[in-house]
């Protein structure tokens, strides 16, 4: 009952119970309508922030969100590496189910068909204003985009009133920004064009021309050298439009800012993708050789940074009560990435995926086991909660919070009561994507179908063997293959996996 009483003197101060949407939680009330706000790193690792246990690298503004709201042990994205996991959150889809929701070269066409269920959609369903900023890599327009001119479909098709995006990652062209999709700063007399098969005739690259880089590609990062930096893919022209790595921190900061501060006196749904740790990890120049650890610890520093200030916003703003605030990571960590930044030589004893096996693109725990903090100070009391939740089930759940319903098939299930801390039970079973394969976890046990060499079944309790050191499969074959038949079933009903 004191939980009940202090979510309803909460509500009062909000407008009042008779004015506020109420949704009731047996004897728990909570208001339907929170601004929402979440926020997406890329490549953060569990273990990368000190309210997970870090050490060697202070996290305050990320800290903040666990300080005054939930810090989940078990928040989970659907795959390991980074567009398959982002349209799980945005569809509430396992990425399976959809072959094209892969890594995405950054001249793809958008894999979010324009008829299809999405958050931002049944936000504005609500009577939300929408916005995404920041990281996207989803996919723009059709198979052959012209990025001089309106870019369509994208992300306003998708659900978004507004949006000021990268088209994919970092490292991968066209690197410009767009803005409601068109590109930003583009010149009539100096088009951008983009490709991914061949360079543009006079154009350097990283492989040919070296002496002009000042970051060099371990693997890969061949192509077009933009800020001194070689890129994925081969671009020309739009020399103007062309951004500065430095600067991309404080610049999608200032546009997540501008938002709020335009819709403040509205509900509002915000969809804040970091980029950093992303490689190229290229901090703004306050922040190079703060961490000790090279640039991948500079970076993280800089997007800590970049919450503290977007927080610090919201309380100017007065908006902090009653915003709900979700910060997690699309994937697990890495460090040797694609360029010569010294990240795996500096690392020392940090371990950026904290107590699990495995890091991007792997089925292990540390594949798809991500930071996942949820803030909203008028009904979230602080704690840590063990509950399973998955990024894709954000959809249900929030749907249910705005009391929206839907009748198209998802996989997202309405985990309200454990994403609030109202119970500890979230899913009993989610399927792990990685790179080219997959992983099952039913409550605390995870079972790894005999990928590669080894060719063996993998089973481990996660709860008792955090780091999966010790394959119980043979201990346990009665729990062995109860898993194998119920994956199977799922591989049948709901998506198209076809390699095991």
Same mark, same amino acid.
């Given at each position: 009952?004191?939980t009940?009483?202090?979510?309803n ?5 909000l ?29 953060l ?7 997970y #246990? ?11 969100l ?39 070269? #950054? ?5 979010? #068909? ?5 958050l931002p ?10 916005g995404?900023v ?19 479909p ?6 978004y ?10 490292d ?15 010149e ?56 500065r790595?430095?600067e991309?921190?404080?610049?999608f900061?200032g ?58 916003e919201?309380?100017r703003l ?5 915003t709900l ?8 960590p890495?460090l ?18 904290g ?10 725990? #540390? ?10 100070p ?5 704690g840590v909660?063990?509950?399973l ?7 249900a ?9 839907y ?24 399927v ?10 039913q ?40 898993m ?12 198209k996996?076809?390699?095991?």
């Open positions: 009952m004191k009940k009483k202090r979510l003197q909460n509500l009062i101060g407008g009042g119970l008779l004015t506020v949407p109420i949704l009731s939680f047996g004897q728990i009330s909570v208001p339907q309508r929170p601004n929402i706000v979440i926020i997406v790193a890329d490549d690792g569990y273990g990368d922030l000190s309210c #246990g870090s050490t060697a690298l202070q996290t305050p503004g990320m800290d903040r666990a300080l005054e709201g939930l810090r989940f042990t078990q928040g989970h994205c659907t795959a390991a590496t980074s567009t398959p996991s982002r349209y799980s959150l945005l569809t509430g889809m396992y990425p399976w189910s959809n072959p094209d929701a892969k890594i995405l070269p #950054g001249n793809a066409a958008l894999i979010i #068909g324009t008829d299809q269920l999405t959609k049944v936000m504005k369903r609500a009577g939300y204003v929408t995404t920041g990281k996207w890599h989803l996919g723009l327009g059709d198979s052959q985009v012209d990025w001089n001119d309106r870019i369509y994208g992300a306003g098709e998708v659900g009133d507004y949006s000021f995006i990268q088209a994919a990652t970092n991968r062209v066209p690197c410009i920004f767009i803005e409601n999709g068109m590109g930003v700063g583009l009539k007399d100096d088009p951008i064009y983009v490709s991914y098969r061949k360079n543009f005739e006079g154009e350097p690259t990283g492989k040919d021309n070296p002496e002009l880089l000042r970051m060099h590609p371990s693997v890969g990062h061949a192509g077009s050298i933009v800020n001194g930096v070689p890129r994925i893919g081969f671009q020309t022209g739009g020399r103007k439009a062309q951004w790595d430095e991309m921190a404080e610049l900061l546009k997540a800012k501008d938002f709020i501060r335009a819709n403040k006196n509205q509900p509002f749904f915000l969809y804040y993708g970091l980029h950093q740790p992303h490689v190229p990890r290229v901090p703004n120049e306050r922040f190079v050789g703060k961490s000790g650890m090279g640039p991948r610890g500079d970076v993280i520093l800089e997007a800590d940074w970049c919450v503290s200030e977007f927080l610090k919201m309380d007065g908006l902090t009560e009653n605030v979700i910060l997690t990571s699309d994937n697990g890495v040797d990435d694609g360029y010569k930044d010294d990240a795996e030589e500096r690392v020392g004893n940090h371990k950026p995926a107590p699990y096996r495995g890091w991007k693109t792997t089925m292990y725990e #540390g594949g798809t086991c991500v930071p996942f903090l949820l803030r909203w008028s009904v979230v009391k602080p909660s063990d509950a939740v998955c990024q894709m089930d954000l959809l759940s929030l749907s249910a919070l705005v009391g929206e319903s009748s198209e098939r998802t996989d997202s299930q309405n985990t309200l009561p454990a994403f609030l801390g109202f119970s500890g039970k979230g899913r009993e079973e989610l792990i994507e990685g790179m080219f394969n997959y992983a099952f976890r409550n605390d046990w995870t079972l790894i179908p005999p990928y590669g060499p080894n060719r063996v079944y993998e089973l481990y309790n996660v709860k008792d063997d955090p780091g999966q050191t010790n394959n119980v499969a043979d201990k346990y074959p009665v729990q062995l293959r109860k194998m038949r119920r994956f199977e079933h799922l591989k049948r009903t709901i998506g996996i076809t390699d095991f």
